[in-house]
């Protein structure tokens, strides 16, 4: 077919856009495309807690939408093998029907790495690898032409999706490198004949709205790290992304450039380099090592590849720096450097590990004074660049919380052609669009199902708000003994230190309670409800505290 | 007295400086300085909580060593009015002897009210207001010299402390603001002139030490809030520390000449400006209005200023953001401005208040694409100032990380005369100090008391472990009763959604416990520790969590 005719004339019927995650956020990525009743997915990806979601493990998109329109739901395409991406999947796919799942060749490699690790079975899915410039049919109606972008991770695509209204420019993550690791810039080209052919809609990585300028070339942080590298005399470790498989080729290259051997840490690391290269995208001359083959080597002739660069609890540099470690021990002389940002809700683990290596003498490196890191996402300039050439009618700017879209969308109208008209939309909303129609016309559930240990959705806001009560002021419980004669104990965790005095009044005022309470014979329920009463008013009064307080009656 | 030689010759003993607080942490600041049997006490400041300390109000320093020593303490020292060196006061003092409180004036005033808030009374206290200039004696072997450094408050204090051994300086907090609001810069001759005659020992601010170049001035600060608060429309509502009582009168003097009258919002922003007007610290053509004076005010007549800058829950700013404030709504046409940056650990609620503060439509301003704030806090080039012109023979970065304090160290070797040697020391290091030495010799009780509810050092760390525990994984309490026929009830929190079957079968996991317990005529600890192992067991495999597990046994 022709790339840039859609072979059914536009103006039918109406597509559906459904985000049902990375609106309004930044994770959880998904999408639901729909036309009439067909159905096409893209991603699915996972998001990590914040303060106000303790012990979640990881968050995924409610995806009752497709689970109640299962049967026109014709294919699936994966843009990049990030956690934001395809980390849901393992959650995600076994709820929905096997249909084919388009993804570069990285990109599914991972997939099927963590779809194992899951125990999903390689036979429930379809998994198909497609490459950049190649089409694919999904269904009657899409037709979807995957194009390079540039990102943090290799095989990174963008897409258009053909449909019968109109052309859909998906960017999918990106930042345009001018000179990436593998020599392949984005495909600003096919960008623009489809701009050239009409644009009915443009979807944008809104990350880096608020930066200004550029973001730095991965070219460019290779060659600090070279210098950085080349001035170290002892052993030198390296803590970056594991999924930044371009970065760990550059820190390979280096290390065999200076004479090091390199020396793998930490799982992720291992399954990422191995997953890498088993594919072919990474190369080394000399065989990677683990920390039980370094033997004879002398600490200028070693490089150590470790996790931990967002202060992850038992990760390799989280058990270096609080010398956790079983094996290695730092020490004055060595060279640890952090090719990484803290992502937000890190800073605290990752200052703490930073001044843990201090106190133990070893030379930190890190940014901003160091520049030995590179976002992933384009800033201001490069989204501007995007928007001038694909000059679409609609326009919706997606991959950041509600100050990236805005400020996209702010953006998208100081080019030459600025959209018709901008949508920030939410997780869950329905946009309908067509030639002469973009705006939103109903809701489908969205938001966020916890995986919280072995259970997904079975913790919910109700739960969170009881572990956060508990967290700020322990729990309390207060057992009444009915009969023969009542009789009270009381027992707590996370509120006070034991104190004999204290213990005894609360004792009292729940005895006095439940004994007045019998001599009105009360019913039970009530009795339970004087007893909360009176201990809860008592424990503020004595204490200025307000535990999550527990009232157990037994007769 | 003559300023620069010491009445007492020196070599005679020696002096101990024993940071209290501050040392390998940014907060909580407290010094003690030992000469013979004689104590002065500097500052006395708090801490706020970081995520490992669930439910703690905030922190003060641990004063055993001062009571234990409290006869020898001569006097008191505060260099100023910052929480992070008055805010402890109102817990230390009343456990302290009555001694006199040497501060400048701003300082003072905000002290009284706080030890008024806390009900500690005027006359358990001996407050003597000194300026910039002046010089005080403390015991037989403490002469206190203060003089002006400017900060982000009014009557910041350094001191030269001259002891038998030497002089000591300790800049206190600082920055080298060359166009401070108040047109008062900070004395360097008077650093440069004790430089002349000889330091002893340097101790300088470590906070920004890994910030290249120089720190903002306040005067570029308010160019830029007047050029943006020029450009605003509707209203407009600035949010920053109460406390930055010289940026409020900037913001003051910038609505007053574009023809805006100002509202204050929020407790703390209120008495801040009422205790700064009353000293003569700040100055306004109109009065302040409060939010039920606005009256018939249009909205380009107004400018409010209001407390959340930090994102605090409740603060004003938050509920403004969160559409919950009782008289105000923001608007589409409304200026928000954030002329703060969010403190390390107050991202996350910063983040969200902006989110939906873009969410409701107004236009919003914070750094940095806006340059409407400055640390109060002096970089590289600052630092090295200071040590070029004290010339220390011995130095002690304070007031900072470990990172801050080695990167400090660091720069001051770079100096035509670096210190001859510099210790980065921890709280309750006994730094031994003489014209020949310099070296910790030992160690005093020292870290965190926590103040939560009511209480001052009744919760600790088991307490912390134990809310921690909660938070992630919720608690739950399993009452078996033994008599007449053993019998089990559950009740949690923050575990997970209520579940009968799962609750069933926790119930039958315990009461076979028992009833095989009984069997065996275990005492009722046994059966306790058994019941307690079968459902921890049961419940892990079940559910893959770990809950707070309170075992209850009534006989």
Redesign the interface.
């Known amino acids: 077919m022709s790339k840039d005719n859609n072979q059914n004339a536009p103006g039918k019927g109406h597509l559906e856009v459904i985000p049902l995650g990375g609106m309004?956020e930044i994770g959880k990525n998904m999408f639901a495309f729909r036309f009439g009743d067909e159905i096409m997915v893209v991603d699915g990806g996972l998001a990590f807690p914040?303060?106000l979601q303790?012990?979640v493990d990881l968050i995924v998109p409610r995806i009752d939408y497709l689970q109640q329109n299962a049967a026109l739901i014709k294919g699936w395409v994966l843009t990049h093998g990030h956690e934001d991406h395809i980390g849901g999947l393992p959650y995600i796919m076994p709820r929905l029907p096997r249909v084919p799942v388009y993804g570069a060749s990285l990109t599914l490699g991972l997939v099927r790495e963590k779809l194992n690790e899951y125990g999903v079975k390689e036979v429930d899915t379809d998994l198909r690898v497609i490459k950049a410039g190649e089409t694919v049919r999904i269904g009657e109606h899409f037709v979807v032409e995957f194009f390079r972008m540039t990102h943090s991770i290799p095989d990174n695509l963008g897409y258009i999706l053909h449909t019968p209204v109109g052309r859909v420019i998906h960017t999918g993550d990106f930042k345009l490198d001018a000179h990436p690791t593998d020599g392949q810039p984005s495909d600003l080209e096919r960008i623009e004949k489809a701009g050239d052919a009409g644009v009915l809609l443009l979807i944008s990585d809104s990350t880096n709205a608020?930066r200004?300028g550029t973001t730095t070339s991965e070219a460019e942080v290779a060659q600090n790290l070279d210098a950085l590298i080349g001035s170290c005399r002892g052993r030198v470790f390296v803590s970056t992304f594991a999924s930044q498989v371009h970065r760990l080729q550059n820190i390979i290259k280096i290390a065999e450039k200076h004479g090091r051997r390199v020396v793998i840490e930490g799982r992720s690391m291992v399954k990422y380099s191995q997953i890498a290269e088993a594919l072919g995208y990474m190369e080394f001359a000399n065989p990677l090592l683990t920390s039980d083959e370094v033997g004879e080597l002398q600490d200028s002739q070693i490089l150590f590849l470790c996790t931990g660069s967002q202060g992850q609890p038992m990760s390799v540099l989280w058990r270096l720096a609080l010398g956790m470690h079983a094996k290695i021990a730092l020490k004055r002389g060595d060279s640890v450097i952090l090719s990484s940002n803290p992502i937000?809700?890190n800073?605290?683990p990752v200052?703490l590990i930073?001044?843990?290596l201090?106190?133990i003498g070893t030379d930190?490196f890190y940014p901003p004074?160091y520049k030995i890191h590179a976002s992933g996402h384009g800033s201001q300039e490069e989204l501007l660049t995007v928007l001038r050439l694909a000059r679409p009618k609609y326009f919706l700017p997606w991959h950041g919380?509600?100050?990236h879209q805005?400020n996209h969308a702010r953006i998208a109208q100081t080019v030459p052609q600025p959209p018709r008209r901008t949508l920030v939309a939410k997780n869950g909303d329905v946009v309908r669009l067509s030639e002469d129609e973009f705006k939103v016309t109903g809701t489908v559930p969205a938001g966020a199902l916890y995986v919280?240990?072995?259970?997904v959705g079975?913790?919910?806001d109700?739960?969170?708000l009881?572990?956060?009560?508990?967290?700020?002021?322990?729990?309390l419980?207060v057992?009444a003994?009915l009969a023969p004669t009542p009789h009270v104990?009381i027992?707590s965790?996370?509120?006070?230190?034991s104190?004999r005095e204290l213990d005894h009044q609360i004792r009292k005022v729940a005895l006095e309670a439940i004994e007045s309470g019998l001599r009105e014979k009360k019913r039970t329920e009530d009795l339970r409800d004087d007893m909360y009463g009176a201990v809860r008013r008592f424990v503020r009064k004595?204490?200025?505290?307000n535990p999550?307080l527990?009232p157990?009656l037994?007769d």
């Open positions: 309004g914040d303060s303790p012990g608020e200004q937000p809700g800073e605290e200052n930073i001044n843990k201090y106190e930190v004074n919380e509600p100050r805005i919280d240990g072995l259970g079975d913790v919910g109700d739960v969170m009881e572990r956060i009560g508990m967290s700020q002021e322990g729990v419980v057992t003994l104990d027992v965790r996370g509120f006070v230190k104190n004595a204490t200025g505290r999550v527990i157990l037994v």
